[in-house]
């Protein structure tokens, strides 16, 4: 029996049932998506890492492992999940919100990073999603249904996830400059944070590569970004946040080139216009028809 | 006295498209097969101009309660564009124009029948591609590339097309019209793009897409190692991906792909190994430097016999043009080939590289091996003369064994062709049956009625009704 089994039938078996639940993880998130109904049943996902190759770039671990373990294990052997959350954060409350990182911009979204998941479901049943490898195109994509889906569909119990190499140099600058200007002068920069006067920018690679990036943005070296306003959160597309400025006066830093604003005013984004809510809103009824997973949270 | 003729499925396809609607024998021949060795029959074959055409065929299909298949440009290898249960074909092939390049987003909007090729050289004057690139791209759409969540060999550094695709207008199987995904980075609500990209067209059909823009690499290396033992490529494949390189792309050519493909293109490709390595390296040239050495030292360590490096683009160009064309080449020794398409972890490749040609030997049959090695991806071409009394149960026997000898390594039933008609009945092997089941529950809330190609994906009986099975076309292997 593989590493790992037990403790995923174990979880399983703690969300049956007919009454409310909820799974905890590392509450570093906990507001995102609405206050989950009081009368619900706490669980918590298997910890634990069950497997890891380095070459193969994979790492296999229970849905409540938290980031800095994952993050300690693979800096033992140069690789990373590029995911900034906070140490105590699990990865399986990182999946089910599905934030990314700042350094969104050059290693791409969270849920790219998920390759297989196993969840328990509204009746404590397991099911496998995704497959082990690098690529896998084998059945529907369910595992990226559940990311950002914060638990409504289904609780992870464990994942298989993609590490990357930690690059050799990473560096952060900052001044002012147009941030859409350095953006286009720069390849594949990792972040660039926009307060609507000052910029931060994060070079990461080679350290040839790094320090002539750095020369380009005219830019001083820093110690790193500021902290990020965190009372709201808006999704634009990248292009729109030229107009930040005119738009807000209270304090904000934008994601240059993804376009995801951080600010200190609780502003987040009219759902008004979504598509295909029908599709949703069928989607959980089948997957969930009690609604007894995570009663509370609201995704659309 | 004559009586009204009540109007057919074809008179009301007829109304809506005109000559755009077809039923010819020679057609009906034609849309009755994809790339795979499969075939069925369609009733008609669609060609609509725009997304309310593809919307009234799909109102139409729901009122005559008729299958549907959306098809791109046929290159899928798993039949998941085979007609089953007398559909109607909408091809995509009208609907190919890039509709919109925004360099200030980075994206661009192309409709589903843009070929994946013609969309990298528009964004070409830009210095920008699309990133999946699959050996078909010259002839392969976008909306097919959606369809299958298609790779490529420069998937192992950028990934497949599920990254690089951010929105889609899709008509869904109720016909109506919805946008799946956004231009921003999170749109509200579950990630129905992200469901939807891999689904074999049994979720709707898309009608426009939204394809991220990948700046091109200012530096870009491209190295050839050839090896004397197909296990020393096969473990430095492991080695550089160990040493902290992921390169752009990471390919592996065995003896008698090198032969044919050598013959075929004069790239001088060394025939006498036993297996090569191409090797490509892009970005910033700080770190293609640093990488371009390691992998000499790899190389070394690994008895590689010598590391060739393109001097420039044409060389690198005729490089490239051997790995892609390496599946037409095999004309050269077989008429027929079946090529298949696994993933197991990379520390298998020697384990299961040796399996096949073992199978291959088994079946009398010949084995060619030219594959995404940096991602496991397997491509073992069984190379075949379909006039030969017998030779088809052979090459489907062998190849069930090569499936099973990839999920026994640990690995998955299908790394970009897709799962299709083709490999629905080895989905047991990845998947429980209450896993199957739940995949269905979600395609049926895009498809109550089971209308969008049907019998794609999943095995009958998962879930839903085995109404279209009696219609299975004589030959359907599944």
Same mark, same amino acid.
């Given at each position: 029996?593989?590493?790992?089994?037990?403790?995923?039938?174990?979880?399983?078996?703690?969300?049956?049932?007919?009454?409310?639940?909820?799974?905890?993880?590392?509450?570093?998130?906990?507001?995102?998506?609405?206050?989950?109904?009081?009368?619900?049943?706490?669980?918590?996902?298997?910890?634990?890492?069950?497997?890891?190759?380095?070459?193969?770039?994979?790492?296999?671990?229970?849905?409540?492992?938290?980031?800095?373990?994952?993050?300690?294990?693979?800096?033992?052997?140069?690789?990373?999940?590029?995911?900034?959350?906070?140490?105590?954060?699990?990865?399986?409350?990182?999946?089910?919100?599905?934030?990314?990182?700042?350094?969104?911009?050059?290693?791409?979204?969270?849920?790219?990073?998920?390759?297989?998941?196993?969840?328990?479901?509204?009746?404590?049943?397991?099911?496998?999603?995704?497959?082990?490898?690098?690529?896998?195109?084998?059945?529907?994509?369910?595992?990226?249904?559940?990311?950002?889906?914060?638990?409504?569909?289904?609780?992870?119990?464990?994942?298989?996830?993609?590490?990357?190499?930690?690059?050799?140099?990473?560096?952060?600058?900052?001044?002012?400059?147009?941030?859409?200007?350095?953006?286009?002068?720069?390849?594949?920069?990792?972040?660039?944070?926009?307060?609507?006067?000052?910029?931060?920018?994060?070079?990461?690679?080679?350290?040839?590569?790094?320090?002539?990036?750095?020369?380009?943005?005219?830019?001083?070296?820093?110690?790193?970004?500021?902290?990020?306003?965190?009372?709201?959160?808006?999704?634009?597309?990248?292009?729109?946040?030229?107009?930040?400025?005119?738009?807000?006066?209270?304090?904000?830093?934008?994601?240059?080139?993804?376009?995801?604003?951080?600010?200190?005013?609780?502003?987040?984004?009219?759902?008004?216009?979504?598509?295909?809510?029908?599709?949703?809103?069928?989607?959980?009824?089948?997957?969930?028809?009690?609604?007894?997973?995570?009663?509370?949270?609201?995704?659309? | 006295?004559?009586?009204?003729?009540?109007?057919?499925?074809?008179?009301?396809?007829?109304?809506?498209?005109?000559?755009?609607?077809?039923?010819?024998?020679?057609?009906?021949?034609?849309?009755?097969?994809?790339?795979?060795?499969?075939?069925?029959?369609?009733?008609?074959?669609?060609?609509?101009?725009?997304?309310?055409?593809?919307?009234?065929?799909?109102?139409?299909?729901?009122?005559?309660?008729?299958?549907?298949?959306?098809?791109?440009?046929?290159?899928?290898?798993?039949?998941?564009?085979?007609?089953?249960?007398?559909?109607?074909?909408?091809?995509?092939?009208?609907?190919?124009?890039?509709?919109?390049?925004?360099?200030?987003?980075?994206?661009?909007?192309?409709?589903?029948? !843009?070929?994946?090729?013609?969309?990298?050289?528009?964004?070409?004057?830009?210095?920008?591609?699309?990133?999946?690139?699959?050996?078909?791209?010259?002839?392969?759409?976008?909306?097919?590339?959606?369809?299958?969540?298609?790779?490529?060999?420069?998937?192992?550094?950028?990934?497949?097309?599920?990254?690089?695709?951010?929105?889609?207008?899709?008509?869904?199987?109720?016909?109506?019209?919805?946008?799946?995904?956004?231009?921003?980075?999170?749109?509200?609500?579950?990630?129905?793009?992200?469901?939807?990209?891999?689904?074999?067209?049994?979720?709707?059909?898309?009608?426009?897409?939204?394809?991220?823009?990948?700046?091109?690499?200012?530096?870009?290396?491209?190295?050839?190692?050839?090896?004397?033992?197909?296990?020393?490529?096969?473990?430095?494949?492991?080695?550089?991906?160990?040493?902290?390189?992921?390169?752009?792309?990471?390919?592996?050519?065995?003896?008698?792909?090198?032969?044919? !493909?050598?013959?075929?293109?004069?790239?001088?490709?060394?025939?006498?190994?036993?297996?090569?390595?191409?090797?490509?390296?892009?970005?910033?040239?700080?770190?293609?430097?640093?990488?371009?050495?390691?992998?000499?030292?790899?190389?070394?360590?690994?008895?590689?016999?010598?590391?060739?490096?393109?001097?420039?683009?044409?060389?690198?160009?005729?490089?490239?043009?051997?790995?892609?064309?390496?599946?037409?080449?095999?004309?050269?020794?077989?008429?027929?080939?079946?090529?298949?398409?696994?993933?197991?972890?990379?520390?298998?490749?020697?384990?299961?590289?040796?399996?096949?040609?073992?199978?291959?030997?088994?079946?009398?049959?010949?084995?060619?091996?030219?594959?995404?090695?940096?991602?496991?991806?397997?491509?073992?071409?069984?190379?075949?003369?379909?006039?030969?009394?017998?030779?088809?149960?052979?090459?489907?026997?062998?190849?069930?064994?090569?499936?099973?000898?990839?999920?026994?390594?640990?690995?998955?039933?299908?790394?970009?062709?897709?799962?299709?008609?083709?490999?629905?009945?080895?989905?047991?092997?990845?998947?429980?049956?209450?896993?199957?089941?739940?995949?269905?529950?979600?395609?049926?809330?895009?498809?109550?009625?089971?209308?969008?190609?049907?019998?794609?994906?999943?095995?009958?009986?998962?879930?839903?009704?085995?109404?279209?099975?009696?219609?299975?076309?004589?030959?359907?292997?599944?």
């Amino acid at each position: 029996m593989n590493l790992g089994t037990i403790e995923r039938q174990e979880f399983a078996a703690s969300v049956a049932g007919s009454d409310l639940v909820t799974v905890v993880g590392g509450k570093t998130q906990w507001d995102v998506g609405g206050t989950i109904d009081p009368n619900a049943r706490a669980v918590s996902a298997p910890v634990g890492i069950y497997d890891y190759t380095p070459s193969e770039m994979t790492l296999r671990c229970g849905a409540g492992t938290t980031v800095g373990e994952i993050q300690d294990i693979l800096g033992e052997h140069a690789q990373m999940l590029p995911v900034n959350a906070e140490r105590g954060s699990t990865i399986g409350g990182i999946l089910a919100v599905g934030r990314s990182g700042i350094r969104r911009l050059r290693y791409g979204a969270v849920r790219d990073y998920l390759l297989e998941s196993w969840h328990a479901d509204h009746e404590g049943k397991l099911v496998k999603s995704g497959g082990p490898t690098i690529k896998n195109v084998s059945g529907y994509d369910l595992c990226r249904l559940l990311v950002g889906s914060l638990g409504t569909l289904g609780f992870l119990a464990e994942v298989t996830v993609r590490s990357l190499p930690i690059p050799p140099c990473s560096r952060w600058m900052t001044g002012v400059c147009d941030p859409f200007d350095l953006q286009s002068k720069l390849y594949r920069p990792s972040c660039i944070l926009w307060n609507g006067n000052q910029v931060w920018v994060l070079l990461e690679g080679h350290p040839v590569d790094v320090e002539r990036e750095a020369s380009i943005t005219g830019l001083s070296e820093c110690s790193g970004p500021p902290v990020l306003p965190s009372a709201g959160r808006l999704s634009l597309r990248p292009k729109l946040l030229r107009e930040l400025p005119q738009m807000y006066k209270q304090d904000w830093l934008a994601e240059i080139g993804v376009g995801l604003v951080h600010l200190s005013e609780t502003i987040n984004n009219d759902q008004s216009s979504l598509s295909a809510v029908t599709v949703m809103r069928d989607i959980k009824t089948r997957l969930d028809p009690t609604g007894r997973l995570n009663p509370g949270r609201e995704v659309f | 006295m004559s009586s009204k003729r009540k109007r057919t499925i074809f008179d009301e396809l007829k109304v809506l498209l005109g000559s755009r609607t077809r039923a010819d024998d020679m057609e009906l021949q034609l849309y009755g097969k994809d790339s795979s060795v499969l075939s069925g029959v369609p009733s008609t074959v669609c060609f609509p101009v725009n997304v309310e055409e593809v919307q009234g065929i799909v109102s139409i299909c729901n009122r005559f309660q008729r299958p549907f298949i959306a098809r791109g440009s046929g290159t899928g290898l798993a039949g998941g564009a085979v007609p089953i249960g007398n559909p109607v074909i909408i091809s995509t092939a009208k609907m190919n124009k890039v509709l919109e390049i925004d360099l200030e987003d980075r994206i661009a909007w192309v409709e589903p029948g !843009v070929l994946n090729l013609d969309l990298s050289k528009a964004l070409l004057e830009f210095g920008f591609h699309f990133a999946p690139d699959p050996s078909s791209q010259q002839v392969c759409s976008i909306g097919g590339n959606v369809a299958n969540n298609s790779g490529g060999p420069h998937c192992l550094a950028y990934g497949v097309t599920t990254s690089h695709v951010l929105a889609a207008e899709v008509v869904l199987p109720n016909a109506e019209v919805v946008t799946l995904g956004g231009i921003d980075p999170e749109p509200k609500g579950y990630d129905l793009r992200g469901l939807f990209i891999g689904s074999e067209g049994t979720m709707g059909i898309a009608t426009k897409v939204a394809v991220r823009l990948t700046p091109n690499p200012p530096d870009v290396r491209t190295l050839l190692l050839d090896f004397a033992d197909v296990s020393d490529g096969a473990l430095a494949v492991s080695a550089i991906i160990n040493a902290g390189i992921i390169p752009a792309a990471l390919e592996m050519m065995d003896h008698n792909a090198i032969g044919i !493909v050598e013959a075929f293109v004069h790239a001088g490709y060394p025939v006498e190994a036993a297996a090569v390595l191409l090797v490509e390296l892009d970005g910033l040239s700080g770190a293609v430097e640093a990488a371009v050495q390691t992998i000499n030292d790899v190389a070394k360590i690994h008895n590689a016999g010598s590391v060739r490096v393109a001097k420039d683009e044409t060389e690198r160009a005729l490089l490239w043009k051997g790995r892609k064309n390496a599946f037409g080449a095999v004309a050269r020794i077989k008429p027929d080939y079946y090529l298949h398409d696994t993933v197991v972890p990379r520390s298998k490749l020697v384990e299961v590289l040796n399996q096949v040609y073992q199978i291959a030997d088994k079946y009398e049959l010949i084995a060619i091996n030219v594959f995404h090695a940096g991602d496991g991806n397997l491509h073992p071409i069984l190379a075949y003369d379909a006039r030969e009394p017998g030779i088809l149960e052979r090459v489907h026997s062998a190849g069930d064994e090569i499936i099973k000898a990839s999920m026994e390594a640990g690995g998955v039933l299908s790394g970009e062709h897709g799962i299709g008609l083709e490999k629905r009945d080895f989905m047991h092997l990845l998947f429980s049956a209450h896993d199957m089941f739940t995949q269905d529950l979600v395609r049926e809330a895009f498809d109550p009625q089971g209308l969008a190609n049907p019998m794609k994906v999943l095995p009958s009986g998962s879930r839903c009704s085995d109404s279209f099975k009696q219609n299975l076309p004589e030959g359907v292997w599944v």
